[in-house]
């Protein structure tokens, strides 16, 4: 049969990830699982038990409510109002089927086909092809890249950036793949061009009190006129650890509900019923659970980063990776991934996800993998690189 592609999915194409874990499933080896945001961490006991008791009720076991569950709207809504310093309600509130999902009915309901979406770069394929499924067409502004220091928000090329077809930024901090943090004068630059152009910012908000060296959150919701036009979506995979419970939460002024709230029940009805409540318990209880998991986060980054001392990898201020920049030694990101392979590293290359920092990098996810496990990183890799 002949089928013509849709032309929104001509730039849409697979993260990698996936692969490379089929790959070390397939292999019945030990090998070091680098190449997947999963955390080897497990969720707060409470909401595992919270979610084993769901599992046997019957309002857990429902369609309704259809924008989720009544406590859960009211805990992400006044945990939103506690960083951002901005009044929510939980009519402010939707839930979604985890975060991607918030954030791709975030786009759907406020972009038209055509219009520019500014991301960093690089920045999470998975979310530069929701921006063209939307319809959008991603800009990509660099983040300066200085081997073995802090990737660095180029502020100038985000000015640049923004012209007449430019409606939206969708920003994470920290960054994914680079963990790449916005410090207070890139959020004043971010919010300037916001209120100046008319521009939203949606907010992938699922990493930002994964930071480290003891930074303060800046949530950019409470700068002067962004109010009215940030979007803030958050997830119960990477703070609360929950992946597998597919839970995310989108907070937004009142005037963006009605539209959030139409796209979310034309495209996931309703978000899983028995997870709900469990979210809520982790999300609620997360203020004093939350410090010891993102030290030892921190512990796993110190402990990556001794290891590729003298290689040329970005530091990550916050989230859960690092990128090694392999193209000064000849290389791409896919033949150093093979290369790890071979010597028991699963890594996954960038390409796709950045156009001047993306084939050029392999990541490495240090969620996954205990400290001790960690040591000897450095010897495979430098042995990957003179393979």
């Not at 592609?5 to 993260?15: E, N, Q, S, T």
């Not at 086909?113 to 690089?122: L, S």
């Not at 650890?241 to 009605?258: E, H, N, Q, Y």
């Not at 990128?323 to 790890?340: E, F, K, N, Q």
Request: hydrophobic share 45%.
């Amino acid at each position: 049969m002949h089928h013509t592609r849709p032309a929104r999915l001509k730039h849409v194409a697979g993260i990698g990830v996936d692969r490379m874990g089929s790959i070390a499933d397939a292999s019945g080896r030990d090998f070091l699982r680098l190449e997947n945001l999963d955390t080897d961490i497990p969720p707060d006991p409470e909401a595992v038990q919270r979610t084993r008791q769901a599992a046997a009720e019957d309002a857990a076991n429902s369609y309704l409510p259809f924008v989720g569950q009544d406590a859960l709207r009211q805990a992400a809504a006044s945990h939103v109002s506690a960083l951002s310093g901005v009044s929510y309600s939980s009519d402010n509130c939707v839930i979604s089927a985890g975060g991607l999902s918030g954030i791709l009915n975030a786009l759907l309901a406020t972009i038209e086909v055509g219009d520019e979406v500014i991301v960093t770069d690089p920045t999470y394929a998975g979310l530069l092809n929701r921006v063209r499924v939307a319809g959008g067409i991603p800009r990509q502004v660099p983040f300066t890249f200085t081997p073995e220091g802090e990737w660095r928000l180029d502020r100038e090329a985000m000015r640049k950036a923004v012209g007449p077809a430019t409606r939206a930024m969708l920003l994470m901090s920290p960054s994914m793949p680079s963990g790449g943090v916005l410090d207070a004068d890139d959020w004043n630059v971010v919010a300037e061009l916001c209120v100046r152009q008319n521009l939203l910012l949606i907010l992938d908000s699922a990493m930002e009190r994964l930071l480290f060296d003891n930074r303060k959150l800046i949530h950019p919701a409470g700068l002067p006129g962004m109010a009215e036009r940030t979007i803030t979506v958050g997830a119960a995979s990477k703070e609360l650890r929950m992946i597998g419970w597919r839970v995310g939460w989108t907070v937004a002024p009142d005037w963006l509900m009605p539209d959030l709230v139409a796209v979310s029940l034309a495209n996931v009805v309703v978000p899983v019923g028995i997870a709900q409540g469990a979210a809520t318990v982790a999300l609620t209880r997360s203020y004093q659970t939350l410090p010891a998991y993102v030290g030892e986060l921190e512990r796993r980054r110190d402990t990556v980063v001794r290891e590729l001392r003298g290689l040329p990898f970005g530091l990550p201020a916050g989230g859960w990776s690092l990128l090694l920049r392999v193209s000064d030694y000849g290389l791409d990101g896919a033949t150093m991934s093979d290369r790890l392979l071979e010597q028991g590293v699963c890594a996954t290359a960038m390409t796709g996800w950045g156009e001047i920092h993306g084939a050029e990098y392999i990541r490495f996810v240090f969620a996954n993998e205990p400290v001790d496990r960690l040591h000897g990183l450095g010897a495979r890799v430098r042995a990957a690189l003179r393979a």
